[in-house]
T-cell receptor, first 113, second 114 residues
Framework: DAKTTQPTSMDCAEGRAANLPCNHSTISGNEYVYWYRQIHSQGPQYIIHGLKNNETNEMASLIITEDRKSSTLILPHATLRDTAVYYCIARAISSGSARQLTFGSGTQLTVLP | ETGVTQSPTHLIKTRGQQVTLRCSSQSGHNTVSWYQQALGQGPQFIFQYYREEENGRGNFPPRFSGLQFPNYSSELNVNALELDDSALYLC?????????????FGPGTRLTVL
């Protein structure tokens, strides 16, 4: 899995958009970008994933640059409950066999009231 | 649909003892992975089970072992506990499907080794 680089921490005002960057300059063509988050004392929670097109679901939007070397997770209207560590993971999907997730240190997002 | 559950929530052991942690997969999932998360770090992959067989292993010694049962529940066993084994142990289940396998995590078991 390609190495990902994220800022250690970020703050965001409640109600504003939170934009979390991730660098994955060595990503290969068959590797997806996954985002998970971990709220304190809970297990990680899947947020979204994408290959090269921008993706949106009920939780967030994922913007992937055209060269796929970086991406941004966008929480459109951050709430206090979005305070968590956010992990960006580059990972190939293998058919017939699930593969492990390789977590880095992630970004601690703190949503401020 | 029930989510991933783990037991116990917390436990305390002493160095040299053995411990068994349990995980019930989300309904319909046939793959389970175990992760160790030390304080302040991201989860580290221990191993994965698919169809009751180990299907990949991280950089953990043989004293970490596991089982997956026909109902897809799973156990993580750790022998000869060391102080550094103190961590949050996470179980994640998924369903192997063509081209997509999101993992669903349980709340974890907090193990303290004294």
């Amino acid at each position: 899995d390609a190495k990902t680089t994220q800022p250690t921490s970020m703050d965001c005002a409640e109600g504003r958009a939170a934009n979390l960057p991730c660098n994955h300059s060595t990503i290969s063509g068959n590797e997806y970008v996954y985002w998970y988050r971990q709220i304190h004392s809970q297990g990680p929670q899947y947020i979204i994933h994408g290959l090269k097109n921008n993706e949106t679901n009920e939780m967030a939007s994922l913007i992937i640059t055209e060269d796929r070397k970086s991406s941004t997770l966008i929480l459109p209207h951050a709430t206090l409950r979005d305070t968590a560590v956010y992990y960006c993971i580059a990972r190939a999907i293998s058919s017939g066999s699930a593969r492990q997730l390789t977590f880095g240190s992630g970004t601690q997002l703190t949503v401020l009231p | 649909e029930t989510g991933v559950t783990q037991s116990p929530t917390h436990l305390i052991k002493t160095r040299g003892q053995q411990v068994t942690l349990r995980c019930s997969s989300q309904s319909g999932h046939n793959t389970v992975s175990w992760y160790q998360q030390a304080l302040g770090q991201g989860p580290q992959f221990i191993f994965q089970y698919y169809r009751e067989e180990e299907n990949g292993r991280g950089n953990f010694p043989p004293r970490f072992s596991g089982l997956q049962f026909p109902n897809y529940s799973s156990e993580l066993n750790v022998n000869a506990l060391e102080l550094d084994d103190s961590a949050l142990y996470l179980c994640a289940s998924s369903h192997v499907a063509q081209g997509y396998n999101e993992q669903f995590f349980g709340p974890g078991t907090r193990l303290t080794v004294l």
